[in-house]
């Protein structure tokens, strides 16, 4: 992807012309945000008194 | 065009036209103040689930819903057969749900809380409290405590909103809520 | 090495891989649509009280099989199309890995066709979310797991296919932005797909029953099967965006007011849509109220912004290329003078109204964390999806498939007459059986429910006569969309099959648009025109939008006190 980054094209715009970058972020915040958070809460559960 | 590569090699750094911008905002704080009425609501609405949760087996949750029965059944439904139950107010409350029925019959005061305790002793089930419209996701193995203030009287009825099988058709359970 | 025609109507390179690999892909799914479709027209039949068509072993199949069919494989096999049509064909470019793209056909293929065994053979009536612990065969498990690694191959070839694009330089510049939109859709399907075979390879494992996975817990999965269940249709949602987006290039040569904004509100997609799986979950015990409010608002409704910006924008894109031809009198000159009689056009701007009114909006109050109380799991929750995968994702695949069938095929369509209506009769139908379902389930109608008359329950309920009257609406209304979507078969299947061969318009000769993207270079960014007409159309969205959520509010401050 930096190949021809020459440096002055804003940051903002390489990480939206980053596909593997952006795949990478969509597989990681909705699996620790949704999924991940979700199991943690199921497992901590008490068990009926 | 949206078809063809951006003619710009830079693009991020072009302007936005200012309509596009004023949306933009006023979505925005839209988005913000749906957020917010959700704590919003915790603190002042009426109407909030607990996350009060146990896990429990099927037969652990079907004795305590039998003990609960035997203690405070006042009579018979006379056309299903099955027990009215008529807690005190303030105390707890069980019903599981299991193929095809809610169990048991419940009867309240109105302007009272109770204590429910709801579960499943197979599948999943839909706990639709009507015609109030108040549904619950039931699962097997979870407790679910939540605390239930009825606001009107009369004869309501609990239908199975999950699919649960052949039969799921037919699950129905009662409340009787007195004056 | 690759091989290559010319389109002689829009001057793209087309690989011939890719070509066909997309006709294949475009037909199969239309077949599911049929398949999927008739399933559906049995569930309304047997919906409309007064019909109530089939037994109540037969609905919960049919229920079955009609969710499957459409909600994931016509709608995926479409998606695939449009993935080898966004990368290889807009980036002018060769389809990496073809041999892995047909590996992919037919593993797709193949599991949609041995869960639907499973599902005719009748064992696994199990609807389309399958909850634990009620099992299903094994192979309707399988199925749907070959299904998905099928589609996770696609998904690999899109990738690799940008990557080459970019690395052999077959174009200048930043991808399109349609091209952007696909790259979401495929984003959020691998995130679909790899959560989906987290928890249906080991309920596949348990339905085998030889006691390696004795039994699944029912709430990890619901959370687990809705970040696969839910994000499927959010797949759609960013296809059917890239969709729009793409048709106001085509027919108006419209350019996005700003790829700035665009391409972020995609972004919002690619990190948040997806946690809006949440929504099914707002009703289950032990989830904390900070988990639910997190991610059933998408993280502070950024997901939602990204839709709102879009609803500005694609039309917005339109209003500004109108003007800029000339249609300039008034507020609304601009879409009086849209091509209303083209099925491209009037599907896709049907698309975007009726998703947005109907899809967008009552899918931000179910997934309000206390509104969901008085709406899980009624009928008011398939007349929100109708709302968005129906009359949003499905008009949207059937209004660009009128462009895309003649163009790839270079065949006129069989019945332009019927086409000019379809997307009318179509979206009309399927809105108004969206509606209905959605007013049943106010009044508290269940979904998947095969008797609201309760004949055979000891117990029983009494509906109130209005549940039973918006129920049969709702199943006459589903019966015109029916047609709609008989007809749209009728005329691509018709298209393909008996077609007169496109005749190639003289100006084709010299591919003008293709070659020519720099028309107005000024035109973006600041140099954009104003577009009041579409700011003041956003407007009315909006006051319905908060109307309509604080009147569901006062619906739930008046019912049972609950804590």
């Not at chain 2, 704590?39 to 079907?62: R, T």
Request: glycine share 8%.
């Amino acid at each position: 992807m930096s190949s021809d980054s020459s440096g002055n094209i804003p940051f903002m715009q390489r990480l939206l012309d980053s596909p593997f970058v952006l795949l990478a972020l969509g597989m990681v915040v909705p699996t620790m945000l949704y999924t991940v958070w979700g199991v943690v809460e199921i497992l901590s559960i008490p068990v009926a008194p | 065009m949206s078809i063809f590569p951006t003619e710009e090699k830079i693009w991020w750094n072009e302007p936005v036209e200012k309509s596009e911008v004023l949306w933009v905002a006023i979505s925005f704080i839209w988005a913000l103040i749906m957020f917010f009425m959700m704590p919003y609501w915790h603190f002042a609405g009426e109407q909030n689930l607990s996350n009060e949760a146990y896990q429990i087996s099927p037969d652990a949750f079907e004795e305590k819903t039998e003990a609960f029965a035997a203690k405070y059944t006042v009579r018979e439904d006379p056309v299903s057969g099955y027990p009215i139950v008529a807690p005190p107010a303030g105390s707890d409350v069980y019903m599981y749900g299991k193929k095809w029925e809610w169990w048991p019959m419940l009867e309240l005061q109105e302007g009272k809380s109770y204590r429910f305790h709801l579960s499943s002793l197979d599948y999943m089930h839909g706990w639709s409290l009507l015609p109030e419209n108040i549904n619950l996701q039931i699962i097997p193995n979870y407790e679910m405590v939540l605390t239930v203030t009825p606001t009107s009287n009369g004869e309501f009825s609990v239908v199975c909103n999950e699919f649960c099988g052949i039969g799921h058709h037919d699950m129905v359970g009662k409340i009787f809520v007195k004056k | 090495m690759a091989n290559f025609r010319t389109c002689p109507d829009t001057g793209f390179k087309i690989d011939l891989q890719a070509d066909k690999l997309i006709k294949w892909n475009a037909v199969t799914a239309v077949v599911f649509l049929l398949v999927g479709g008739l399933f559906g027209l049995l569930v309304a039949l047997t919906r409309w009280p007064a019909v109530h068509l089939l037994d109540a072993e037969l609905f919960y199949l049919a229920l079955t099989a009609h969710g499957l069919d459409v909600l994931l494989v016509w709608c995926i096999f479409f998606e695939i199309a449009l993935l080898y049509f966004t990368s290889a064909i807009l980036l002018n470019a060769r389809l990496v890995w073809p041999k892995l793209a047909w590996i992919g056909y037919w593993l797709m293929l193949g599991g949609a066709a041995m869960t639907n065994v499973a599902v005719l053979q009748g064992d696994s009536s199990v609807m389309f979310t399958s909850y634990v612990p009620m099992m299903a065969a094994p192979h309707f498990y399988l199925g749907i797991i070959l299904f998905a690694v099928g589609a996770l191959l696609g998904c690999a070839v899109f990738f690799a296919t940008l990557h080459m694009a970019r690395k052999e330089r077959t174009y200048e510049g930043s991808i399109p932005l349609v091209t952007f939109g696909g790259m979401t859709a495929a984003i959020i399907a691998v995130f679909t797909i790899v959560t989906g075979a987290v928890i249906l390879i080991p309920t596949f494992v348990w339905s085998l029953d030889m006691g390696l996975i004795p039994e699944i817990d029912g709430l990890i999965y619901r959370v687990i099967w809705w970040g696969m269940g839910h994000s499927s249709q959010q797949i759609n949602v960013a296809a059917q965006i890239a969709c729009w987006y793409a048709i106001a290039a085509i027919l108006f040569n419209a350019k996005p007011l700003s790829e700035k904004v665009s391409r972020t509100a995609f972004l919002m997609y690619i990190l948040f849509l997806q946690l809006a799986s949440a929504h099914h979950l707002l009703a289950d015990p032990g989830l904390s109220a900070e988990y639910k409010i997190f991610n059933t608002s998408y993280a502070l409704y950024l997901a939602v912004l990204g839709s709102m910006i879009h609803g500005l924008t694609v039309p917005g894109a339109i209003e500004a290329a109108q003007r800029k031809k000339g249609y300039n009198n008034g507020l609304f000159e601009w879409l009086a003078k849209a091509p209303w009689g083209n099925p491209v056009f009037s599907g896709m701007a049907l698309s975007v109204v009726l998703f947005g009114f109907l899809g967008g909006i009552t899918g931000v109050i179910m997934g309000t964390e206390q509104l969901n109380l008085i709406i899980h799991n009624t009928m008011y929750v398939p007349g929100h999806f109708h709302g968005t995968v129906v009359v949003g994702t499905t008009l949207a695949f059937m209004a660009i498939s009128y462009w895309l069938v003649p163009t790839l095929w270079q065949k006129e369509m069989v019945f332009p007459g019927l086409a000019k209506w379809q997307p009318y009769l179509f979206g009309l139908g399927m809105g108004c059986a969206s509606i209905f379902m959605m007013g049943a389930g106010t009044l508290g109608v269940p979904r998947r429910h095969w008797d609201i008359a309760f004949a055979d329950s000891p117990i029983g309920h009494i509906f109130p006569e209005a549940a039973n009257l918006m129920m049969g609406l709702a199943g006459v209304s589903a019966v015109v969309g029916s047609l709609g979507a008989g007809i749209y078969i009728l005329n691509m299947v018709g298209t393909i099959l008996w077609g007169k061969a496109k005749v190639p318009a003289p100006a084709a000769a010299e591919p003008t648009t293709a070659a020519t993207p720099s028309a107005a270079t000024s035109y973006g960014g600041a140099g954009t025109m104003a577009v009041p007409g579409t700011f003041v159309l956003a407007m009315v969205f909006l006051t319905t939008f908060v109307l309509y959520y604080f009147v569901n509010w006062k619906y739930l401050a008046g019912v049972w006190h609950l804590s």
